[in-house]
């Protein structure tokens, strides 16, 4: 790899981690010598670009661009750009597109081009007095470009304005502001950019104060009876995720029409291509019902005249919100949202607003090369039913609750994992998420046997994903012991966790995912149980854990026959014994240990003994593993007929009649 190579790599990380520069994988970055141009690939970011995410091109190949003469119909010319410049590439087996700005980047003669979308930049360049207040700050070796629609025709206004800079001043312009849009530095050393940009950000402050400090607003319970059907009112087929913000910032914008006006149109191609070119603004707040109602009255209307569902909206004291196919794609439009916001506020005390005009939003809105960008920022799973559902798995820190939610979390689901354990859940939910992913995965530390803890974990999980669609009362415990031996306290706290537990999971989840049956009748969601073969027959000298198991099958089946108007799916999963998981085999307190202590394996020397003991007793020779309860889980979730059973996985241990 050529030195510079990983300089080019090194200044896009360093610029692409900050949000005070880039948003959601905006910019690009490149570097050329004599022959060859090295340029970020569109849809890559910059603060995760590797050799991998750069594409190679002709330089030589590339002049072609400038001097060829394409149609006059704007559609048609950009394919034909685009069709020379892939002609250019020199690593088409990399199967990347370059940026649709490259021809830019080629015509600026420097080794190191760096564009960017800084807030602040942006704050003066989406102003009404742009073009002055540049000339000002930075004189006239500053080149200013008045807005241009991006592509072929942003290029040839560049090239005509570098021509005239070149013959005035005997160079190319190092500092390049372009209207509405972002910046452009060049340079031949990553030194002299970070100069460049650190001097640039200094005089702009010197005229508009930075924003000091964004406090965060606290999330409004309100919020747990309107955001589920919300989630559904605002989404297609599959229901999206919808992610919150409340800040002090975005708090002087929502409190009435006036101020949301500000923030109500597009102020540069990122705000279009993430979060759409329409946003709706909800001002009746004080009760769930009256936001629902503003929802069921405004959203015919804005999609009778915007032909879309908005992806952003504002709750009047509340905050922003945004919908979108992944818990990615909705934190990347938050983020370009609450950027817009920045831009606006730092206009305002430019001397005003300039918003793109609907021609300038429609060119972009329309543009194919943004459709691309749109395409390759939405990372998506495998395409399966279950693709960005959200979940919930009690116990799912360790052993058998932990393989669930890491398999659901492999299927593309947004995964809640519930547990005591608060050291554990969040290091197996940080290390879920440490996967460029989709969906997301979160820690909360729950006790199921407290109701409020399980209704604080509602609320957390509606909070960060907008709606629940399955829950899993996996969290349980056993205590073996025989009547002599168990003792009232032992007995209570088993039943608390295995029985209790289960009903306040069903009782809080249900809330929810009736609400969002209401707003769609044939909308189906799961409440599942993972119960026991000791919930299909009794077990000797455990009699605390069979009898929790037995009574959450008949809770199951009531649960089912309740909640079926809803199209709550309610079954129970009753697997054999899970021999690799700690419940069995922690040296210390498991099964295995307990049983051979207790006595109940007649004869047995050692927990080898007890192991084969219990391993004879299945017919299939083997424990339960975590693949065959995945395959009963997945199946109870897809099919729609099926309510108020206890699915046995044991081997043929357990049979029904």
């Not at 407290?450 to 996996?474: A, C, H, Q, R, W």
Request: hydrophobic share 40%.
């Amino acid at each position: 790899m050529k030195p510079e190579i990983n300089e080019l790599i090194e200044i896009s990380k360093y610029y692409g981690a900050n949000k005070e520069y880039v948003i959601a994988g905006g910019g690009n970055t490149s570097f050329k010598d004599e022959q060859t141009i090295w340029i970020k690939a569109s849809g890559q970011s910059l603060a995760e670009l590797t050799e991998d995410g750069l594409v190679a091109l002709s330089r030589e190949k590339l002049h072609v661009i400038s001097s060829n003469i394409y149609s006059d119909d704007p559609a048609a010319r950009e394919e034909q750009v685009k069709a020379d410049m892939f002609l250019s590439i020199l690593d088409p087996w990399k199967n990347k597109r370059p940026s649709v700005e490259t021809s830019l980047h080629e015509i600026i003669q420097y080794k190191f081009i760096v564009h960017l979308h800084p807030t602040l930049i942006n704050g003066l360049l989406c102003s009404r007095n742009a073009k002055s207040l540049t000339h000002k700050l930075f004189g006239e070796s500053v080149l200013f470009v008045p807005y241009t629609d991006p592509g072929y025709i942003l290029f040839k206004k560049l090239e005509s304005e570098i021509t005239l800079c070149r013959e005035k001043f005997s160079r190319d312009p190092q500092i390049i502001f372009l209207e509405n849009h972002g910046s452009f530095v060049g340079a031949d050393t990553i030194e002299e950019i970070k100069k460049i940009y650190n001097d640039i950000i200094q005089k702009i402050e010197e005229q508009i104060p930075p924003i000091s400090e964004i406090t965060p607003l606290p999330y409004n319970p309100l919020l747990n009876k309107v955001l589920p059907g919300l989630r559904i009112l605002l989404s297609g087929e599959q229901p999206g995720v919808i992610r919150f913000r409340n800040n002090s910032l975005i708090a002087n914008f929502y409190q009435n029409q006036q101020e949301f006006h500000k923030i109500s149109l597009p102020l540069t191609p990122d705000i279009i291509v993430y979060c759409k070119t329409r946003y709706l603004y909800i001002e009746q707040s004080s009760t769930a019902e009256k936001i629902l109602d503003s929802f069921h009255h405004q959203l015919p209307r804005f999609v009778s005249e915007y032909g879309f569902l908005p992806k952003v909206f504002i709750i009047k004291d509340m905050g922003v919100f945004a919908i979108a196919e992944s818990w990615a794609s909705a934190e990347a439009c938050l983020d370009v949202y609450e950027e817009l916001i920045k831009i606006s506020y730092y206009a305002s005390l430019c001397g005003g607003i300039k918003f793109l005009t609907p021609e300038q939003v429609s060119f972009i809105d329309q543009w194919e090369v943004e459709n691309y960008r749109r395409k390759v920022s939405q990372i998506t799973g495998s395409g399966n039913k279950l693709n960005n559902k959200i979940a919930i798995v009690t116990g799912g820190a360790q052993g058998f609750g932990a393989g669930i939610a890491e398999a659901l979390f492999s299927l593309n689901l947004n995964v809640v994992i519930a547990d005591l354990n608060e050291e554990t859940g969040n290091s197996f939910a940080s290390g879920l998420t440490s996967k460029k992913t989709s969906n997301k995965a979160i820690f909360v530390k729950t006790d199921v046997s407290d109701p409020v803890s399980v209704k604080d974990l509602i609320i957390e999980t509606v909070k960060e994903f907008g709606g629940l669609d399955i829950i899993i009362s996996n969290a349980g415990v056993l205590r073996a012991g025989s009547l002599d031996d168990m003792d009232p306290e032992t007995f209570s706290m088993t039943t608390n966790v295995n029985y209790n537990g289960y009903v306040h999971c069903a009782k809080y989840a249900s809330d929810v995912m009736k609400l969002q049956n209401r707003e769609n009748p044939d909308f189906f969601t799961d409440i599942i149980q993972i119960n026991s073969k000791s919930g299909l027959r009794g077990s000797n000298r455990n009699f605390a854990y069979a009898g929790a198991k037995f009574g959450g099958i008949g809770l199951t089946q009531s649960f089912a026959m309740e909640l079926a108007p809803f199209r709550i799916k309610v079954n129970s999963i009753c697997p054999g014994n899970f021999y690799e998981g700690p419940l069995w085999s922690d040296p210390h307190n498991g099964l295995f240990v307990q049983y051979l202590k207790t006595g109940k394996v007649p004869g047995a020397k050692s927990i080898e003994e007890v192991r084969k003991f219990y391993e004879d007793q299945v017919p299939m020779k083997r424990g339960c593993k975590l693949g065959d309860v995945m395959k009963a889980l997945l199946y109870i979730v897809d099919q729609e007929y099926e309510t108020g059973q206890a699915v046995p996985v044991t081997g043929g241990q357990v049979m029904l009649g």
